[in-house]
């Protein structure tokens, strides 16, 4: 497998107002990667996938696309560049249905690419066929966060950026996510998944980063996280 880098954030530092939220945040994902970034709630988990996605712009540091400087453009450029970003609170266009949310999030890839369009969405994700015509605001959680993957997905972006997908869902749902992850991963799709439950990442992620206080403190494969119970316990204990 390439080794290529798809996306890199370097020295970034993010401010919410007066308020320092990043603090010189480095982290890279390369090709076929699914990282876990991990930390406690508030630790900047969040607020480094906006930054890379130039949701939340850093006021200092490098974000590259594919090797592209992306730094100070706007989101809808980072995500024709390549970035494909998935929400914590998901998003749904809850007034259309949820074939409408699908092509209203339909595009080719960076370099043409349309590997994903409806047909391979309604085959990765069959709990949504029966729901083609039924309006996104009527779905369950659950629902609701499939479908707003199976949407970022259709914009065939080079690597796929992951906000909380296992918040607040219940447990046979968030089963169900992990194993659309690990599909993910197999087809060598790449993932950069910011989440607060290290044990839902331990089966999916290859590698992990934490971040505490808006610090990157750790970071090695997932098999190494998992052995490591000093850093388990310092930073990601409840």
């Not at 401010?15 to 699914?34: D, E, H, K, R």
């Not at 992951?162 to 169900?176: F, N, Q």
């Amino acid at each position: 497998m390439s080794q290529s880098v798809i996306f890199d954030a370097e020295g970034l530092d993010v401010f919410y107002g007066s308020s320092q939220i990043l603090f010189g945040v480095s982290i890279a994902v390369t090709q076929g990667q699914t990282m876990a970034l991990l930390g406690r709630n508030g630790a900047g988990k969040s607020t480094t996938l906006k930054a890379i996605a130039g949701i939340a712009p850093p006021s200092r540091g490098t974000v590259r696309v594919l090797g592209k400087p992306m730094q100070g453009r706007k989101p809808h450029t980072i995500a024709r560049a390549g970035i494909g970003f998935v929400p914590e609170d998901r998003q749904v266009f809850p007034a259309h249905t949820v074939e409408d949310n699908l092509l209203i999030g339909s595009k080719k890839g960076p370099a043409g690419e349309d590997y994903w369009n409806l047909a391979r969405v309604y085959e990765m994700f069959p709990l949504l066929v029966p729901l083609k015509a039924r309006m996104a605001g009527n779905l369950s959680g659950g629902e609701q966060q499939m479908l707003t993957i199976a949407r970022t997905l259709m914009g065939n972006p080079t690597g796929l950026l992951l906000d909380e997908p296992s918040e607040g869902l219940a447990p046979v749902i968030v089963e169900r996510i992990a194993e659309l992850l690990l599909k993910l991963r197999d087809m060598g799709v790449t993932v950069l998944l910011a989440e607060q439950n290290m044990h839902f990442c331990l089966g999916i992620a290859s590698h992990a980063t934490v971040i505490d206080k808006g610090q990157i403190v750790y970071r090695d494969t997932i098999e190494a996280l998992r052995n490591n119970d000093a850093v388990k316990s310092r930073y990601l204990a409840l």
